[in-house]
């Protein structure tokens, strides 16, 4: 979470060696065991999924040496740390993997921009996933789905619904961009961190322009990821415990994100067809710090999109109050949906939903310290609601599913709202 900067914008979110194939093009590299958890601070847990696989988890080091790092001129590579879930086939005798590394969750912590939290008070690096450390994978042909958090935030701050998404059988590659999130620990324990709030604090000063290019840059640059990913797809397949370059079904890959992932995962697809279907979690699609501010749109709202795009947006978001999602609604030719979650903030859409009230708790936080981060919608409410509709959408469109979600308001889901 970039301190400083609204964690609606861009630039707000929502918080071992390289194997060398004989080509010379760097292939994956596992990172390191999971480790201990730490001692001292609140100690926080994530909700089980609730599909039917057990789930397994492996993270690996990309490096795109046709690119050189845009954010840090020394660095001649772009690198990037990523982690595939999967549904496994046995998970006995695999450790659950950490929600954060020690050495990240020592900077999510440090650059933590959630109102009222103190720092210092939460451990997180001892919270564990429901996802287990290099156990094998249990099916084959797994279609695809990319997950990129808001700026500044890192990966596993998706955890829940990543983890959700593999249970019901699909293989999620969650995206750290490098010195855009907070920190992003490679293998062997290096952390690279954040640059963005030096960049912002020059882009201010320069004026609203240079504002305006920084944020075009950081999206971009996140695009620039998301389709080396897609490049390296393959890899990831064979690179799987038990796996192989059949294991992943490069043909059905779709993609979403919170805040920055979500304008990441609808540019992506408007840049590369590889992508059949994204789902933007609250997260503005142009190039502009604030929602209600329709200046410098990007392609997405000047051209729209021909192929499925599902909105889903903090109480109060839709694409009648955002410009930006109105401009891409105006304009998209596939099928599209607009969804608000009554009651809920910005930071309800990662695993802050779940943790907040866990912290309030502990901590003796007031009510309105909860509410101001993830709202007054009910934790549990929203957390399986946000599964229904993610789990759903992905299923219609990966795997010709019926999506009858979609249809119209649900009795089941009183605080999902249709916007039309």
């Known amino acids: 979470m970039v301190a400083h900067v609204s964690r609606r914008s861009l630039l707000g979110a929502g918080a071992g060696a390289v194997l060398v194939a004989a080509t010379g093009v760097p292939a994956v590299a596992a990172a390191g065991p999971?480790?201990?958890?730490?001692?001292?601070?609140?100690?926080?847990?994530?909700?089980?999924?609730?599909?039917?696989?057990?789930?397994?988890?492996v993270s690996l080091r990309l490096v795109d040496r046709s690119r050189r790092d845009p954010w840090v001129s020394t660095r001649p590579y772009r690198e990037l740390m990523v982690s595939v879930r999967y549904p496994a086939r046995d998970v006995r005798g695999h450790r659950p993997a950490p929600q954060m590394l020690p050495g990240a969750a020592a900077d999510f912590d440090r650059l933590n921009s959630l109102d009222g939290v103190p720092s210092g008070k939460v451990d997180w690096a001892a919270t564990r996933s429901h996802a287990y450390t290099g156990a094998p994978v249990g099916r084959h042909g797994l279609p695809v789905v990319l997950y990129s958090p808001g700026a500044g935030d890192p990966r596993t701050l998706g955890t829940t619904l990543s983890d959700e998404l593999a249970s019901h059988g699909f293989a999620v590659v969650m995206i750290d961009h490098t010195y855009d999130a907070g920190a992003v620990e490679f293998?062997?324990?290096?952390?690279?961190?954040?640059?963005?709030?030096?960049e912002y604090t020059e882009a201010d000063k320069a004026g609203p322009a240079a504002v305006t290019a920084l944020l075009k840059k950081a999206v971009e640059e996140r695009v620039a990821?998301?389709?080396?990913?897609?490049?390296?797809?393959?890899?990831?397949s064979a690179a799987l415990p038990g796996g192989s370059r059949g294991t992943l079904d490069l043909s059905s890959v779709g993609m979403f994100g919170q805040s920055a992932g979500g304008f990441t995962a609808a540019l992506t697809m408007h840049d590369d067809r590889r992508l059949r279907a994204a789902l933007d979690m609250d997260g503005v699609l142009g190039n502009v710090q604030n929602d209600d501010d329709p200046a410098s749109p990007s392609p997405v709202g000047t051209d729209g999109l021909d192929?499925?795009?599902?909105?889903?947006?903090?109480?109060?978001?839709?694409?009648?109050?955002?410009?930006?999602?109105?401009?891409?609604?105006?304009?998209?030719?596939?099928?599209?949906?607009?969804?608000?979650?009554?009651?809920?903030?910005?930071?309800?859409?990662?695993?802050?939903?779940?943790?907040?009230?866990?912290?309030?708790?502990?901590?003796?936080?007031?009510?309105?310290?909860?509410?101001?981060?993830?709202?007054?919608?009910?934790?549990?409410?929203?957390?399986?609601?946000?599964?229904?509709?993610?789990?759903?959408?992905?299923?219609?469109?990966?795997?010709?599913?019926?999506?009858?979600?979609?249809?119209?308001?649900?009795?089941?889901?009183?605080e999902v709202w249709f916007v039309k």
């Not at 293998?187 to 030096?198: I, S």
């Not at 998209?332 to 809920?344: E, I, N, T, V, Y």
Request: charged share 20%; glycine share 12%.
């Open 34 to 57: 999971a480790p201990t958890p730490s001692s001292g601070g609140v100690r926080l847990s994530l909700p089980a999924p609730t599909g039917p696989h057990p789930v397994g988890t």
């Open 187 to 198: 293998p062997g324990g290096r952390v690279e961190r954040t640059v963005l709030p030096q």
């Open 225 to 236: 990821d998301t389709c080396h990913v897609l490049d390296r797809l393959g890899d990831l």
């Open 307 to 414: 192929r499925p795009l599902l909105l889903m947006g903090k109480d109060g978001n839709d694409h009648h109050t955002v410009p930006s999602w109105g401009a891409t609604w105006d304009h998209s030719s596939g099928w599209h949906r607009d969804l608000m979650l009554r009651g809920a903030e910005h930071a309800s859409f990662t695993d802050l939903q779940s943790q907040v009230p866990q912290i309030g708790r502990e901590l003796g936080l007031t009510r309105e310290t909860v509410v101001k981060n993830v709202g007054t919608v009910d934790p549990a409410r929203s957390v399986a609601a946000q599964r229904a509709y993610v789990s759903a959408f992905f299923d219609r469109w990966l795997r010709g599913g019926d999506g009858s979600l979609f249809d119209g308001p649900s009795r089941r889901w009183p």
